[in-house]
């Protein structure tokens, strides 16, 4: 009977993960749950699908357009989420009775964007957001960029640099240029520097009503960094000075700098930077993102700020909080751009034991029990008689340390690959023995 | 402004995860995870969208029915995944050539059926599966049952046991009952006998074309659980004596619980069970189910089976292969049902920080870092400076072992909340007092 092959293939923007990036996914995933776990951050999670009215109208409408939202076969109307900010205020709201705040969450999982795919863009991607909930003040925005730099320095990816801002700096002299009442165009406007240049984003500046003068005021205040952030305070403090919140934007990154350093008991990675804006409306305080630094191109590894208000669509409740999101995939992905995805050791040494057709499986079954429970040997008992070479062979292709094959007269035949050398011993012994190999490697 | 509050809720089916459950399942995970790498599996990740046309046609028409599809912005038919195992066979298909087999792999992720919700079924839930591809052959089989007994061992979850059965045995019995190009009606009917008892079973079955004569042959061979293991295999036997498809199906059995039993150093907590069918099309030997004993109402935590043509669909190259889908969510969900969901202890001792107006916060930044830094401790800030009692209050609410207090003359104030003890240290001593302190307890 001929059947038809359906042709293998993801959709655009979804990627598989293969084995040697799912490493690297499990060790950045570890290091971010050891880390959030080490702040008392406790273990959330979201469901993918929410009702679309949920999810909409937060984030604002760019993302709406992106979301991926559909009819249920009940006839609601649901999507994917978005990110993982917009359900954790919803989950905060609808679980406010039960959950002690300040409260202290960490979600990991997926969100879904129809955006346009590109290099290290992806539909479909891994994030992990951290949170304080319920609580004013820089105490819980210092916890958290210490929680950013302590999880991305031990993720060993190589040097990143967090770039921080304070909305209460943009806002103060938004009001200074009396532009108060145009704050979320504007914002988005500059949040764009990046991508399309100061002479667009002052055209698209001027569109949104801002005077020639004030664009100009705008671009050279975002385009201050100099070379130390003490320079950049200086700088930026004469310019929002006579905003008492301009003001307290500069001394509040001042103090947070600070404080994160302490934590660190090093200089902080991060760069006061007056152009981030980061373009969601919810922010209201501190706002930052990270960028590795042999990848700066390649986007914004992670990014949060300061909500004031983020529940307030679901609840009459004042929700201030805090938070970042940790981008896995996008990590993964600048990783592999580097060339460095692959680059993480094993973990345990490899073991594969070979058989033939007449041995005494039971006993090579208790062999790969005893050797898995000496130590730090992951095995694999090769799962047919098939030529003893080809076994070998797999054996190499999977980079095993240690290729085991039980002789006729019931002693194992080591072969250790790293030295070329063999060994022998009964089976009982062989644990023993690998463990020594092993260690005296 | 007043301003209109949407009710935060969750589709039905659709749950959120809470702390105490998001610690339970974090848990499971590592196990999980620990497990198979163990046995030397690599961690992989397909999307959660795919093509409609890769995902269905494989896992049966009602499959199809439960899918949540829509067309995306692109006017693409798409849909989530229903289950781990066909998008499995889509990478394998795809990424065949860079593959080395026999191919072991571990996939931890949801999956979406749009099924009727009740207790302890989602539409959302948690699934990591496990296979090994490209070898037939009992010792893959083996090394399958031996990871799901080891890791639901290992998970600390009660006491369960796996039921066993082979598709050799039934389609050697259809086969001497001249039913062979009947058999995934057959096999479907027989599968609800536990939803539905053995008459609706044969009423099913007569609507299948099968005499009654024959109907009853079937129900008494799966109904025919004995007290032992060796008891059933030698009554089945019996009854699959002369063909020789049944005949190799009962020796597989005998033999795969006899390796299993060999690698867990203990008889295997696996019940050979005729009645165990598994209504997937795909599965053509061992097919197998666990459920745990104190919840045998609460439907299998894990389940899976041999497929010798998985990939068909998408590729001309035959890959068999084993493999097992453990239900996180599933296993979540009895635990809750049990009360037991919660009862897992912290790994480490959790210690809260207070802080006043006047605190030396930089001090009380590096004080955190360094008592994270001298052993298990999880460490929180209390992230305001509201009054003392409102954060010694908290840290109690929160399960902390240990509330400081920095006082104003530079000591720290350790309260352990054990003992109900005071003592107090210069701030470089406190890692020191608390490691003292906690291992004391």
Redesign the interface.
Known sequence: MK?T???????RG??????SA??R??QLLEVL?EVY????F??????????A??LKGKGGTESDKQM?E????GG?R?A?RFDLTVPLA??V???ES?L???F??YNIG?V?R?DRPQRGRY??FLQSDAD?IG???I??D??IL?IIATALGRMDIGPFTIRLNNRKILNGVLTRLELQDRVPPVLRALDKVDKIGPAAVADELAGAGVTAAAAQDLLALIGSVQASNEATLSHVGASVKGSAEGETGVAEVR?VI????????APAPIRFDPSIVRGLDYYTGMVFEAVHDEAPGAGSISGGGRYDDL??????SRLPGVGVSIGVSRILSVLDGLGRLSDLPR??T?V?LT?DLGSD???L??L??AI?GAGP?????????VKHATQMK?GD??GARFLLTLDADGTMSVKDMESGERASAAPAGVPALLSKLAGGA
């Open positions: 059947r092959v359906i042709t293998p293939r993801t959709l979804f990627a598989d993960v293969m084995p799912g490493r996914r499990r749950e776990t080490s702040f008392g406790e273990p959330i999670q979201t469901p993918a699908v929410e009702y009215e949920i991926f559909f009819e249920d076969k609601r649901v994917l919803r989950f709201a609808q679980h039960e002690t705040f300040p202290r969450a997926y879904w129809g539909r479909e304080i609580v004013s003040g105490t819980a210092a916890e210490t103090e600070e404080l994160v350093s302490a934590a660190l008991g529940a307030s669509v679901y609840t009459t973990d345990r490899l594969v058989q499986r039971p006993e079954m208790r790969a029990a898995r040997f992951d095995v694999e008992l090769y799962p047919a008689a797999y292709a999977r």
